[in-house]
């Protein structure tokens, strides 16, 4: 674990960017990550409304990465969500966005609203250069339902159905579930 981070932080370049063009991408991908939330958000109230939280699993399970597939083939931004406690192993972090939501978490404890956790900054991943972008994700009542502690029991069946390696449950209200993250080749 350490010596995997040690090699990541080798591999891992902040490079240096013009602030007006940092300012622009910033921005839109700001703008990606509202439409994006908004959608799901919406989405995901309705479907509970409707059939309750093992119906609105669909929507996490396959509209989520079809809104995001969508918003990535119009935008050019690839993007995601992840957590450092991720439900779909697909969904785990890179190393960059790792240290974000680590860092994330320090802010947090030392005071700072989730609501307010940004990040945005060019990286060398891999020999390319990356726009990357990272903006927390709350975990609000709603998301209890299927990200708390004390889930129904056909909840936590449906779900240990589709991720038997499910990690994405004991969150309070207020905690950070993840993060929308957005990366753009330069
Ligand atoms: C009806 C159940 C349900 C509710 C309610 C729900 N989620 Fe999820 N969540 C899931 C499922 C299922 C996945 C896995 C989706 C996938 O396969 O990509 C998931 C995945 C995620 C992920 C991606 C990372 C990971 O763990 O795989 C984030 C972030 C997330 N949820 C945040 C939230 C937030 C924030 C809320 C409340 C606004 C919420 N969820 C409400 C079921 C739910």
């Known amino acids: 674990m350490l010596r995997s981070a040690a090699i990541l932080a080798l591999s891992l370049a902040v490079l240096p960017i013009r602030p007006a063009f940092a300012a622009e991408e910033?921005?839109?991908?700001?703008?990606?990550?509202?439409?994006?939330g908004g959608r799901l958000q919406g989405e995901l109230k309705a479907a509970m409304e409707n059939g309750g939280p093992v119906a609105a699993i669909?929507?996490?399970?396959?509209r989520s990465p079809a809104i995001a597939a969508e918003l990535s083939a119009k935008t050019g931004w690839l993007v995601a969500r992840t957590s450092l406690k991720p439900r779909n192993p697909s969904s785990a972090p890179t190393g960059w966005e790792d240290g974000v939501m680590r860092d994330f978490e320090r802010r947090m404890a030392a005071g700072e609203p989730v609501a307010d956790l940004v990040r945005a900054e060019m990286v060398e991943e891999g020999g390319a250069r990356l726009f990357r972008f990272a903006k927390a994700i709350p975990t609000a009542e709603?998301?209890?339902?299927?990200?708390?502690s004390a889930l129904k029991p056909e909840?936590?069946?449906a779900l240990k159905q589709l991720y038997?390696?499910?990690?994405?449950?004991?969150?309070?209200?207020?905690?950070?579930?993840?993060i929308f993250t957005l990366s753009k080749r330069m």
């Open 58 to 62: 669909t929507v996490c399970n396959q």
């Open 26 to 36: 910033k921005a839109e991908a700001a703008a990606i990550v509202k439409d994006y």
């Open 155 to 157: 909840t936590q069946a």
């Open 142 to 148: 709603l998301c209890l339902n299927c990200h708390g």
């Open 164 to 178: 038997p390696a499910d990690t994405a449950t004991g969150y309070k209200p207020g905690d950070m579930r993840g």
